[in-house]
């Protein structure tokens, strides 16, 4: 899409006139999400890399804040056509994006360069899943709501990143409920011996329910906490004892626990 034709599609808000263009490349990694219930990769998280493979973390750290936007509106289309390419085409997975929040203006406006990336890499939108960090702080929840409002018009997937860790916490849940939470791997970590992380999962686990909202346990490293987190009632999983990312590529992937050691494990 060209600089005039992204213009005019964006008349309630300039974001995509205005935003600085990035001076760097990028790309993404991806890391599979497990279905433990049907045994199968549910779809993959599309993760920012640098182009020598340098972390999200250090990316973040070359987006001014003239860049954000840009960056949020960049990495939705490179995510797209990456999977396009990558994704076995009668497979039914889902892709995961995260998104910045705050770099969206207008929710409608915002969306057109992912709408036409999709349609341009036929690529279905209802494959596709949005997700937020609670680690980013969102002053206006209203604007948020009205965020996946229309996302869900498209039927985009709605997910929570990084929940129990981040800003709003609970509260999120009270202004608006999404089709899925992550629980943040701290509170995964030694998950098997914690009674303390137990209760907190347990009350998520229940909130969710409660809500029809779909849990996904993710920093999953030890098989110790995929079995405990599983008996829980958590079907989405995610981690190193699964998968680490791969580079452009879909990774082999760990397909759950042995049947003796899930045997052993309920005994």
Same mark, same amino acid.
């Given at each position: 899409?060209?600089?005039?034709?992204?213009?005019?599609?964006?008349?309630?808000?300039?974001?995509?006139?205005?935003?600085?263009?990035?001076?760097?490349?990028?790309?993404? =990694?991806? %890391?599979?999400?497990?279905?433990?219930? *049907?045994? &199968? +990769?549910?779809?993959? #998280?599309?993760?920012? /890399?640098?182009?020598?493979?340098?972390?999200?973390?250090?990316?973040?750290?070359?987006?001014? =804040?003239? %860049?954000?936007?840009?960056?949020?509106? *960049?990495? &939705? +289309?490179?995510?797209? #056509?990456?999977?396009? /390419?990558?994704?076995?085409?009668?497979?039914?997975?889902?892709?995961?994006?995260?998104?910045?929040?705050?770099?969206?203006?207008?929710?409608?406006?915002?969306? &057109?360069?992912?709408?036409?990336?999709?349609?341009?890499?036929?690529?279905?939108?209802?494959?596709?899943?949005?997700?937020?960090?609670?680690?980013?702080?969102?002053?206006?929840?209203?604007?948020?709501?009205?965020?996946?409002?229309?996302?869900?018009?498209?039927?985009?997937?709605?997910?929570?990143?990084?929940?129990?860790?981040?800003?709003?916490?609970?509260?999120?849940?009270?202004?608006?409920?999404?089709?899925?939470?992550?629980?943040?791997?701290?509170?995964?970590?030694?998950?098997?011996?914690?009674?303390?992380?137990?209760?907190?999962?347990?009350?998520?686990?229940?909130?969710?329910?409660?809500?029809?909202?779909?849990?996904?346990?993710?920093?999953?490293?030890?098989?110790?906490?995929?079995?405990?987190?599983?008996?829980?009632?958590?079907?989405?999983?995610?981690?190193?004892?699964?998968?680490?990312?791969?580079?452009?590529?879909?990774?082999?992937?760990?397909?759950?626990?042995?049947?003796?050691?899930?045997?052993?494990?309920?005994?």
């Amino acid at each position: 899409m060209d600089e005039t034709s992204e213009g005019a599609f964006c008349m309630a808000c300039n974001g995509c006139t205005t935003s600085a263009r990035l001076d760097f490349d990028f790309s993404m =990694a991806f %890391q599979p999400i497990y279905d433990a219930v *049907d045994d &199968r +990769v549910w779809g993959y #998280e599309a993760l920012v /890399r640098g182009m020598a493979g340098e972390g999200a973390a250090e990316v973040l750290t070359r987006i001014s =804040a003239e %860049q954000k936007y840009r960056f949020d509106q *960049d990495c &939705r +289309v490179k995510a797209i #056509e990456l999977a396009s /390419r990558l994704f076995p085409a009668d497979d039914d997975l889902k892709l995961s994006i995260n998104f910045m929040p705050n770099a969206v203006y207008e929710p409608a406006a915002c969306l &057109r360069a992912t709408l036409l990336a999709a349609s341009r890499c036929s690529f279905p939108t209802s494959s596709i899943m949005f997700e937020f960090t609670e680690n980013e702080e969102v002053a206006d929840t209203a604007h948020l709501t009205n965020i996946i409002t229309e996302y869900r018009k498209h039927g985009f997937t709605t997910a929570i990143d990084d929940f129990g860790a981040g800003h709003a916490g609970l509260s999120l849940l009270v202004e608006f409920q999404p089709d899925l939470l992550k629980i943040d791997m701290e509170i995964v970590r030694g998950v098997d011996g914690s009674a303390a992380r137990q209760a907190v999962v347990a009350g998520i686990v229940g909130i969710a329910g409660k809500l029809g909202i779909t849990v996904l346990a993710e920093g999953i490293e030890t098989e110790a906490e995929f079995l405990f987190l599983k008996a829980q009632g958590i079907r989405l999983f995610q981690g190193y004892w699964f998968a680490r990312p791969a580079f452009e590529a879909l990774p082999e992937i760990r397909f759950g626990a042995s049947p003796d050691v899930i045997a052993a494990a309920s005994r």
